[in-house]
Each structure stands twice: as structure tokens, then as C-alpha cells.
């Protein structure tokens, strides 16, 4: 009796603290449907606006992230649009969950857009103010700054892929080129999170030598 409780004893033990660990990745949404109804710079002067601004979290431990956007000349096809990202659900079929990514900038698809729109990446919250009260217009003001390498101006629709800022909050604005005709634009941004979590399924070798040396021992 004594032998089978110090074998129990020994396994528990081992359970406990000899499980082989691996490093998997996981996708979070972080924006699943913003979408945006933008005037023209003329109507955005009177009554509207033509720029947007939003924020958001990057969850810890992210080593890259994603925005896909579509730009629309009415709702309706917006919403098709929307409809048709699934930014979270793309990524998903994309990426190896071991940490092995395919190339998946090239795979992921953004439906296709029919009006121009600028977006843009901001380092601080001062410059998303910056951009959506329009200083890059004034002569008084310095115009804002952004993060050109992570930003996309005069396209229809877009893909990007950040792997150069991967912690704190993000902010983003979106901005109406046109001088009088309006745009409808949907974006998801979604993160790819490294995590290392026990592998509950094996026992590394070592674990296994231990057990059966201290079960011989016994």
C-alpha cells in the first residue's frame, strides 16, 4: 500500500510540473464592424464631416496586427462589404496556431471599393486630434503626423499588416478625400497573439524516464 501511494504521489507531482510547454498563436478582434458615413470637404465645412478618428487596445503579447477597409459610394453597398471581410475569420484560415504564419498579407482578401478614402496610423492621441480637427489645413497649425508606412491614402479598399507596434493604444482616423462627394467605409482590425501554454497531450521524455526510474525505485 505504502509503494502505490508513493507512486501516486510521485506521478501527481510530476503532472504538476513536468508538462512540455509550446508557443501557439491566436487572433483577437479588435474592431469587427466600424463602419463610417464621410461628407465631402465642401459639405464637411458647413454641416458634416469628413474625417473620423478611433481607438483601440492592443491585447499583450501581440507580434503583429491587421486592417482591412472598404470604400463605398452608398450604405447599401457597405454593408456588402462588411459582410464580406471577416477580417478574424481570414486570418484564422491564414495562420499556423504553432507560430508559423503563411503569407498572409497576400492572402487575405478586402472587397472592393469604389471611392477613394485616406487611413491613417497616429503615434499619439495628440496627432488623432490633430488630423481630425484638420491642422494639416491651417497656417497657423503644424500639420499632423502619422505613421506613413502603416497608413494608405487614395484607395478604394486596403489591406495592412503591423508587426512594428505591437503594444499599447492604437489610433487611427479616416478621412474623406473627395471636395464634395460623400464615401462610406467599413475597417475590422484584428491581432495575432503569441501565447505559451501546456501541451497536455504528451509528456516530454524526461517526464517519462523520471516516472519509470522512480516506479523501478519503488
Not at 478611433?54 to 457597405?78: C, G, H, K, R
Not at 496610423?121 to 491642422?135: I, V
Not at 482616423?173 to 505559451?196: D, K, T
Amino acid at each position: 500500500m505504502k509503494h502505490l501511494l508513493a507512486l501516486a504521489f510521485f506521478t501527481f507531482s510530476y503532472l504538476l510540473n513536468s508538462q512540455t510547454t509550446q508557443i501557439v498563436r491566436r487572433v483577437v478582434p479588435l474592431q469587427e464592424q466600424l463602419t463610417f458615413s464621410l461628407d465631402g470637404g465642401l459639405t464637411s465645412s458647413v454641416n458634416g464631416q469628413s474625417r473620423v478618428i478611433f481607438q483601440f487596445d492592443l491585447p499583450e503579447n501581440t507580434v503583429e496586427w491587421y486592417y482591412i477597409f472598404s470604400s463605398q459610394s452608398n450604405p447599401e453597398a457597405m454593408e456588402a462589404a462588411a459582410g464580406n471581410i471577416n477580417l478574424a475569420a481570414q486570418l484564422t484560415r491564414v495562420f499556423d496556431p504553432t507560430g508559423v504564419s503563411a503569407t498572409a498579407t497576400n492572402s487575405l482578401l478586402a472587397p472592393s471599393g469604389s471611392e477613394q478614402c485616406n487611413v491613417f496610423l497616429f503615434p499619439s492621441y495628440a496627432e488623432a486630434t490633430n488630423f481630425y480637427n484638420k491642422t494639416d489645413q491651417s497656417l497657423l497649425d503644424d500639420p499632423f503626423v502619422c505613421y506613413t508606412s502603416c497608413s494608405i491614402e487614395a484607395a478604394t479598399q486596403g489591406k495592412v499588416k503591423v508587426t512594428t507596434i505591437t503594444e499599447g493604444t492604437c489610433y487611427m482616423g479616416i478621412q474623406n478625400p473627395s471636395f464634395n462627394s460623400s464615401i462610406n467605409v467599413v475597417i475590422e482590425v484584428a491581432a495575432i497573439v503569441e501565447e505559451e501554454v501546456l501541451n497536455l497531450d504528451e509528456w516530454s521524455i524526461e517526464t517519462k524516464e523520471s516516472l519509470y526510474a522512480n516506479y523501478v525505485e519503488i
